[in-house]
């Protein structure tokens, strides 16, 4: 039914997720704006895509400015240089931030998954769930624990990655739930370094620069809430252990 095609997925060619540039199909839906997410949809006839990661595929201003005050914020190096990559959609493009598209015989739900990118989508069609990258980068902890915390109620279904996995739910919210317990262990010990931007590199160990600036952002944020730290400052975010 389902055929892995690079990052994305395509359902019997009438419609994809995902898709890279080379796969034409007339619909497809967009997890997140990362180009190789994107870059099947800008030429196909329907596109359908959370308005946010849209604003951030097509707008190169806004996509330069959210870099700028990301990295600035995260105290990452002033010579950092990170890739944007921006252009535009051929087709009909519908923007869904949640609810149901009807897609010939098909019915997809949309689903809010924003925590590897704000308004990162997970899409439903039967009983698969296209979850993207989901298990990559976080932008925003507590939003990924209560995505995690939606996919723990969707027993039965099958989630399809951005990694080319396909297994059961209950499999993959674990492996996220064990992944994400790591990843936060890494945080607390690396909190020494002071800036999101060096916590997270050690705790990541390497990264795209934006990538890591998000995360680290992120992750401050949450070890403060947490009592674990305390911000001193915010631009650049500045934290001391507690």
């Given amino acids: 039914m389902f055929s892995r095609v690079g990052v994305g997925w395509v359902y019997e060619g009438f419609f994809g997720v995902d898709v890279p540039e080379d796969v034409e199909v007339d619909v497809v839906l967009v997890t997140h704006h990362h180009e190789r997410h994107v870059a099947g949809a800008r030429k ?36 950092a240089k990170t890739r944007v990559s921006v252009g535009s959609f051929k087709g009909a493009v519908y923007r869904f931030t949640a609810g149901w598209v009807d897609l010939g015989d098909l019915s997809v739900r949309v689903i809010p998954c ?74 607390v010990e690396c909190v020494g370094e002071k800036t999101p931007y060096r916590i997270a590199l050690c705790a990541r160990g390497s990264g795209d620069v934006l990538r890591l600036s998000e995360e680290g952002i992120a992750f401050v944020k949450y070890l403060a809430e947490g009592g674990h730290v305390k911000i001193v400052s915010s631009s650049p975010y500045v934290v001391k252990p507690i």
């Fill in 44 to 79: 196909a006839k329907r596109v359908v895509i959370n308005p946010i990661e849209y604003g951030m595929a097509t707008d190169l201003e806004r996509a330069l400015r959210y870099a700028e005050v990301v990295l600035r914020r995260a105290g990452a190096p002033r010579d």
């Fill in 114 to 187: 924003g925590s590897h990118t704000w308004g990162h989508t997970c899409f439903g069609v039967e009983n698969v769930i296209f979850v993207g990258d989901l298990d990559s980068w976080i932008v925003s902890v507590h939003t990924f624990i209560n995505v995690v915390a939606a996919l723990r109620g969707m027993r039965g279904y099958m989630a399809y990655t951005g990694n080319g996995d396909r297994v059961p739910m209950e499999e993959y919210v674990e492996s996220l739930t064990s992944r994400f317990k790591k990843l936060a262990e890494r945080y």
